[in-house]
């Protein structure tokens, strides 16, 4: 075995890489960049080194820099992680070239399956069923047009040397087909350096299954079952699951043994993954070999208890198979939900910001594989996930309902996640019934967006929080900093009775607590809604009174609240916005009210023309001075390495430019003046 | 001597600032301090007291990590001042661990940078930042400017990876109040 091995990639992965490491008694050496000098990952190594700048390019892809820390610090082999350079061949050439040891395949594997279109030739002559489509050296778009037209519509345009979503485009009609070819070969050159695209028939209730695969790299090839990650959006995955579900045992036998033969094909080394388009009945068809350590590989670990880096290690140190197919086997089920800062209500914009609180679940209640901490910045630079959420149980409705009570306890503030989201997910009936496909999202896509809606549990846990603090507040060590100190707080042995201000969906409302006389655990609160303080002095305030009950009991940072005989736990976080309220079925911002005025604390103006997050402009799409119409791209930018387009509100012109291509730009600055034309 | 060093309050403004001013013998320390004292640019500052009066103060403040158009945010800490009868006792190693531990308890994700002489600074855990790619915005310092991270600079640690070639140099920036020292020299 290795006595020291570098992690050439950063975040969750390479925690996860050097924890496996250090069991083993494996010395791991930290690679990283400028963003990341004091990052979780930096600190789970024995060693650390710096690499360069905090864009990828410039560090993470810096494949010298990356081979020569390994020389300095004398490690003996190079694990590439996820992402980054996983996948690149050269680097796996380079990395063997000096001396050091590649923890992957061999580069030529790499180089055979790195390009969609050979992988593909290769499949089909190995016999394993693949997907009608284009996939020729001729890149003119006329090309693409014409055998758009013979595959069908809609296709499928996808970066040949892509992965992850990057670079991939949906095509419904041949007038999208022009935009999507030029974004998508903008997006495949700065991912992957590379802008050569594929089409294939985008099949359209599709199931993305996948098996997991090892090699020795000396003919022996075995696999640990499938996972299922169709649940996708934006083609990127957010919920995967081991053993796939509703899948007949033949069309199950059928696809793993396709897999191991992808695998052979190849003379396959390390850990694979083969993925596959399952249409729901009996057919599946390849789609791409990645090969490489997947994002989603616990659920895998999970199901058959074996810890996939460990074998990565082992294979790559030329030690044969742990087990034999016979002897790898499956028990129950298992899910991973990825957690990422991001805001499902827009169209999953990647959410910027400081984790100014982040606590996940206990570790009986959940796997989480976390790159990420509590005082870290969500930058523009890197992937925005946060954690992965994995559990696992004897069936899979089990293992669903523990991912929701898991999910209740993933806790961030500072920046927005989807955790509401992967909840309803999560508990959403279809997927009870494993009713899965790449289009879950879309088709129940009314049940899952859903706004963040107030209850009373809510305004219970929250009042709840504000009479704690102005107890405390009363206490000589404690800061008077609240503006609720200012306010009657409760008081021991008074008549307890406060008001407070509450933020409420339609303006401000008033919330008087009173102490119920007969049992002294138990609150009753009056609600005025759209009472500001101003209308109230000036007689107008028009909102309705209603009350509710509650009793709330504090066990540690947890809250037990109880309205109408409902329990639910429930924890509250200051934000600089206010408080964020965090309950079993449902996460709720409320806002700093200034009790004069009653306006809400944020006012934050919302213009499209505006850089919707810090990133860096690539493309001005419109001309100055000449008309557009409504939902005409006029700047493109990347943020988050994902594409995101500025597009006019309303028919118009621009008047002015105020970036240019390669500008790094804020969130909110002004990016376009654009004038409607009356 | 009992000494004991805090954050720096409203009231010890004054004496602070007179202990820089006789610490450097000229004005532009000082006010540089008054400078990231209205621009609101301190991330962390202390100061020791001994016998009733102040004897050490250190400020930290942003700084920015710059390549390209790419830039992520660091810390600087300057200045460093010991008032000249009570150097030599220790009070200058004890504001400035107090002030490296404030800065890294709010931003302990970020690299921090220091200009001065690395003979002082090593015991600090500061490192010629030169050789690991960082050069200071004002030019080529040799081993005088330094860097270190909050928990990892005593490990083997921040090291260079590649040589010296000069594309994978970034440039870091202090804040603004600093732009009174390029005004005194045309």
């Known amino acids: ?81 996820y992402g980054f350079l996983s996948e690149n061949a050269d680097f796996a050439e ?63 345009l996808k970066a040949t040397a892509g992965g992850g979503g990057k670079g991939m485009r949906r095509v419904d009609a041949p007038m999208q087909l022009a ?126 208890g074996v810890d996939l880096v460990e074998w990565q290690l082992r294979v790559a140190a030329g030690e044969p198979l742990p087990l034999l197919q016979d002897a790898i086997r499956e028990c129950g089920a298992a899910v991973e939900a990825r957690i990422y800062a991001e805001k499902p209500d827009a169209s999953f914009a990647p959410s910027i910001g400081r984790l100014t609180h982040l606590a996940f679940p206990p570790a009986d209640m959940a796997r989480v594989d976390s790159g990420v901490r509590a005082g870290q910045d969500i930058t523009p630079h890197y992937d925005p996930m946060i954690a992965k959420v994995i559990v696992s149980a004897s069936d899979r409705k089990t293992a669903l309902k523990r991912m929701t009570q898991a999910l209740a306890r993933v806790r961030a503030v500072g920046v927005d996640t989807n955790t509401d989201f992967l909840r309803r997910l999560a508990s959403h009936p279809a997927m009870m019934a494993g009713d899965v496909s790449t289009r879950f999202i879309e088709t129940y896509d009314a049940e899952l967006f859903l706004p963040a809606i107030a209850c ?118 200051e934000t600089a916005g206010g408080w964020r309220v965090f309950l079993d079925d449902r996460t709720v911002d409320f806002a700093r009210i200034d009790p004069m005025s009653g306006a809400r604390g944020d006012a934050a103006a919302e213009g499209s023309l505006t850089a919707p997050m810090p990133g860096v402009v690539t493309a001005l799409a419109a001309e100055v001075g000449v008309h557009v119409d409504a939902g005409a791209t006029l700047v493109m930018m990347e943020a988050m390495k994902m594409e995101h387009a500025i597009k006019a509100p309303v028919a118009g012109k621009v008047a002015a430019f105020r970036v240019a291509v390669g500008d790094q730009v804020g969130e909110g600055e002004l990016l376009v003046e654009f004038e409607t034309v009356a | 001597m009992d000494a004991k060093t805090r954050i720096v309050s409203h009231a010890d403004r004054p004496q602070a600032l007179e202990v820089v001013r006789a610490a450097f013998e000229q004005d532009l320390e000082a006010q540089l301090v008054e400078r990231m004292w209205t621009d609101g640019s301190i991330i962390a500052e202390c100061v020791t007291h001994a016998d009733g009066r102040i004897v050490s103060y250190a400020a930290i403040s942003p700084a920015t990590i710059a390549f390209g158009s790419e830039a992520v945010p660091a810390l600087a800490l300057a200045p460093v001042a010991v008032a000249p009868e009570s150097q030599r006792n220790g009070f200058g190693e004890q504001v400035v661990r107090a002030t490296i531990d404030a800065a890294f308890a709010r931003h302990p994700g970020r690299l921090m940078f220091v200009l001065g002489d690395p003979a002082y600074y090593r015991r600090f855990d500061f490192r010629p930042a030169a050789a690991v790619g960082y050069q200071w915005e004002g030019g080529d310092v040799g081993d005088a400017f330094q860097v270190r991270s909050k928990d990892r600079a005593s490990a083997p640690g921040i090291m260079a990876a590649a040589g010296s070639d000069a594309e994978r140099r970034s440039i870091v920036r202090y804040c603004n109040a600093f732009s009174i020292f390029r005004q005194e020299t045309p």
């Open chain 1, 1 to 81: 075995m290795f006595a020291k091995i570098l992690i050439a990639n950063r975040g969750e992965i390479a925690v996860r890489i050097a924890r496996t490491a250090r069991r083993m008694g494996v010395r791991t050496v930290a690679v990283f960049s400028d963003a990341d000098a004091g990052a979780p990952h930096v600190e789970a190594c024995d060693e650390a080194v710096r690499i360069g700048p905090a864009p990828a390019r410039d560090s993470y892809l810096k494949s010298e820099r990356i081979i020569e820390a390994a020389t300095r610090t004398g490690a003996e082999a190079i694990h590439p992680g």
């Open chain 1, 94 to 156: 380079n990395v063997e070239a000096a001396g050091c040891i590649f923890i992957g395949p061999t580069a030529e594997t790499i180089r055979a399956m790195g390009s969609k279109s050979a992988a593909k030739d290769l499949m089909e002559a190995a016999g394993v069923p693949t997907t009608p489509g284009y996939q020729g050296a001729d890149q003119s778009v006329e090309t693409f047009r014409r055998e758009a037209q013979r595959i069908g519509y809609p296709v499928l």
């Open chain 1, 179 to 304: 935009d999507a070819v030029a974004s998508a070969q903008r997006e495949g050159a700065a991912s992957f350096g590379d802008d050569r695209l594929l089409i294939e028939k985008y099949i359209e209730t599709a199931r993305h299954v996948e098996v997991q695969i090892f090699g020795d790299g000396k003919g022996a090839v075995v696999h640990l079952f499938e996972r299922d990650c169709s649940v996708q959006r934006r083609h990127q995955k957010i919920i995967e699951e081991a053993p796939a579900p509703n899948m007949p045992p033949d069309v199950r036998a059928r696809l793993l043994d396709a897999g191991v033969a992808a695998g052979a094909a190849v003379d396959y080394r390390g850990a694979g993954t083969v993925e596959f388009l399952y249409d729901g009945g009996e057919n599946v068809y390849f789609m791409e070999m990645n090969t490489r350590l997947q994002v989603e590989h616990p659920v895998t670990e999970l199901i058959t």
């Open chain 1, 456 to 573: 009373d549990h809510a305004r219970a846990a929250l009042l709840h929080h504000f009479a704690r603090n102005a107890a405390a507040a009363a206490h000589p060590n404690h800061a008077a900093d609240s503006p609720w100190t200012s306010l009657q707080g409760f008081r021991l042995n008074k008549p307890a009775k406060s008001v407070f201000w509450i933020d409420e969906a339609d303006g401000p409302a008033l919330a008087r607590v009173t102490v119920d006389p007969r049992d002294p655990a138990a609150r009753r609160v009056e609600l005025e809604t759209r009472a500001s303080a101003a209308l109230l002095r000036a007689g107008e305030a028009d909102g309705e009174t209603r009350a509710f009950a509650y009793r709330a009991a504090d066990q540690g940072d947890e809250t037990s609240i109880e309205v109408d005989g409902a329990r639910k736990a429930a924890a509250v976080i």
